[in-house]
C-alpha cells in the first residue's frame, strides 16, 4: 500500500508532465500561428492596381469594386481633367491618387498591376509605359486595333516578362465556362461542327454610353472600327477558345451602315464568318437589335448546347424531341471576375496559355478581326 507521500509525489510528477505537455503545445501553436499569419496576410489582401484612363465606361465597374473593398486605387493616370473630377467626385476619390499622365503617376506608385481604361489604340502605349517598369496590365477588350500594335505589345511582354491579358465581360458568365466543360472535359457535344456568336444591342448612343466614350468607340482609328470590333471580338475569343487556340484558315465578313446618321464613321453590324477544319464559325455583330444579347451556340455531332446568357445553358441530344431542351445545373466559376483572375495571373496560378484572357488568344484575335475589316472592304474571302 502505497504511503500518502509517494501518492502525493507520483501526483506531483504527473502535474509536471502535463504542464510540460501543455507548454509545448502552446509553444508548437504560436509556432503555427506565426508561421501561418503571413499567409492568411497574403490571401486577404486586395490587389494595388493603378488605372490608365477614365474614358471607358467600363471604368465604372472597377469603381464599384473599389467601393466595394474589392480593390485597392493608389493611381489613376487622366489627362481630361473634367472627366477625372467627375470620377472623384462621384466615387468619393482622394486627390492625391490622380495624375495627368500615366508616366508621371508610374513614378510615384508602384502597382501590382495597371488596368486600362482608355480607347483601344492606346492600349500599346500604356504597355510601353508599364513593361520596362515590369508592371502587368489588363486592358478591356479588344487587345489592340491592328495586328502591327498587337504583335508590338506581345514582344513587349515576352521581352519584360510581364503578363499583358485582355477582360471580356463574357468570360466571367457560368454559362460559358460550364458550356467549355461540357465541350472539352466531359466531350458531350462530340466534334464541334458549328458555332454561333451573337452580340450586340440597340447601339452604344441609344443605350446612353457617355459622350467620352462614345468619342473613340466611333472612331475607326481609336477603335478600329464599329460594330465589328466592338462585338465582333466577343465572338473571335470565344471561338478561339474552344478550337483550343487554332486561327481559322479564312474569315469572310459583310458589315452594313445601318445607321449613318448616328454613326457616320464606322460600321454598325457586322456578320463573319470563320472557317476552320471541320467547324464554322459564325459571329452576328450588331447596334442595330431591339435589345441587347450575349450568347454563344455550340452544336456538335452528338448535341447542342446554347448559353442564353451568363446564367442559363440548355442542352439538347441528337434524339431529343422537338423543344426538348433541358437546363444546365451552373456552379460559379473559380474565377468569378477580373480581379480573382488577375491576382491569381500575378501569383502564377493560371496555367492555361490559351485562355479567353491570354496574351496568345487575344492575338488571334486581332488578326480575325483584320481580315473581317479586311474581307468587307475588298469584298473577298481572306486566307489565313
Known amino acids: 500500500m502505497n504511503s500518502p507521500s509517494s501518492i502525493l509525489r507520483k501526483n506531483e510528477i504527473k502535474m509536471n508532465k502535463f504542464l510540460l505537455f501543455l507548454q509545448g503545445s502552446i509553444k508548437r501553436s504560436l509556432f503555427f500561428a506565426l508561421v501561418l499569419l503571413p499567409f492568411t496576410k497574403i490571401e486577404s489582401q486586395?490587389?494595388?492596381v493603378a488605372i490608365a484612363g477614365l474614358s471607358h465606361d467600363h471604368a465604372n465597374?472597377?469603381?464599384?469594386?473599389?467601393?466595394?473593398?474589392?480593390?485597392?486605387?493608389?493611381?489613376?493616370?487622366e489627362s481630361n481633367k473634367a472627366l477625372a473630377d467627375r470620377y472623384k467626385n462621384r466615387f468619393h476619390l482622394p486627390d492625391s491618387i490622380f495624375y495627368s499622365s500615366l508616366s508621371s503617376m508610374l513614378d510615384r506608385v508602384r502597382p501590382d498591376a495597371v488596368l486600362a481604361y482608355n480607347a483601344i489604340v492606346d492600349h500599346l502605349a500604356v504597355v510601353e509605359a508599364c513593361a520596362p517598369r515590369g508592371i502587368s496590365v489588363m486592358v478591356e477588350k479588344p487587345l489592340a486595333t491592328t495586328v502591327e500594335q498587337a504583335e508590338r505589345i506581345a514582344v513587349l511582354a515576352r521581352q519584360y516578362h510581364i503578363l499583358v491579358l485582355t477582360n471580356y465581360e463574357t468570360t466571367w458568365y457560368p454559362s460559358n465556362q460550364k458550356l467549355y466543360e461540357l465541350v472539352h472535359e466531359k466531350n458531350e457535344v462530340g466534334n464541334i461542327r458549328k458555332m454561333v456568336v451573337h452580340m450586340g444591342h440597340q447601339g452604344p448612343k441609344e443605350i446612353g454610353c457617355s459622350p467620352d466614350?462614345?468619342?473613340?468607340?466611333?472612331?475607326?482609328?481609336?477603335?478600329?472600327g464599329g460594330a465589328l470590333t466592338d462585338f465582333g471580338c466577343y465572338g473571335a475569343n470565344l471561338m478561339t477558345w474552344l478550337m483550343n487556340g487554332q486561327a481559322p484558315i479564312a474569315v469572310t465578313a459583310v458589315t452594313r451602315h445601318i445607321k449613318p446618321s448616328i454613326y457616320p464613321h464606322v460600321d454598325d453590324d457586322a456578320t463573319i464568318i470563320?472557317?476552320?477544319?471541320?467547324?464554322?464559325?459564325?459571329i452576328e455583330a450588331s447596334?442595330?437589335?431591339?435589345?441587347?444579347?450575349?450568347?454563344?451556340?455550340?452544336?456538335?455531332?452528338?448535341?447542342?448546347?446554347?448559353?442564353?446568357?451568363?446564367?442559363?445553358?440548355?442542352?439538347?441530344?441528337?434524339?431529343?424531341?422537338?423543344n426538348d431542351t433541358g437546363n444546365i445545373n451552373l456552379i460559379p466559376p473559380v474565377f468569378a471576375d477580373n480581379l480573382s483572375y488577375l491576382a491569381a495571373a500575378l501569383k502564377g496560378l493560371v496555367r492555361d496559355k490559351q485562355d479567353l484572357?491570354?496574351?496568345e488568344n487575344n492575338l488571334i484575335v486581332v488578326k480575325i478581326l483584320d481580315a473581317a475589316r479586311r474581307s468587307s472592304l475588298e469584298g473577298r474571302r481572306i486566307k489565313w
Not at 465597374?61 to 493616370?77: F, K
Not at 470563320?274 to 459564325?282: K, P, Q, V
Not at 448535341?303 to 439538347?316: I, P, Q, T
Open 213 to 224: 466614350f462614345l468619342e473613340w468607340l466611333t472612331d475607326p482609328v481609336k477603335n478600329g
Open 287 to 322: 447596334w442595330n437589335w431591339p435589345f441587347g444579347i450575349k450568347d454563344l451556340e455550340v452544336f456538335g455531332d452528338k448535341a447542342y448546347l446554347h448559353a442564353l446568357n451568363g446564367n442559363k445553358l440548355e442542352k439538347r441530344g441528337n434524339n431529343s424531341p422537338l
Open 61 to 77: 465597374n472597377i469603381m464599384h469594386q473599389y467601393q466595394n473593398g474589392e480593390v485597392q486605387i493608389i493611381g489613376i493616370a
Open 274 to 282: 470563320l472557317e476552320y477544319r471541320g467547324a464554322t464559325g459564325i
Open 357 to 359: 484572357n491570354s496574351l
Open 46 to 48: 486586395t490587389l494595388r
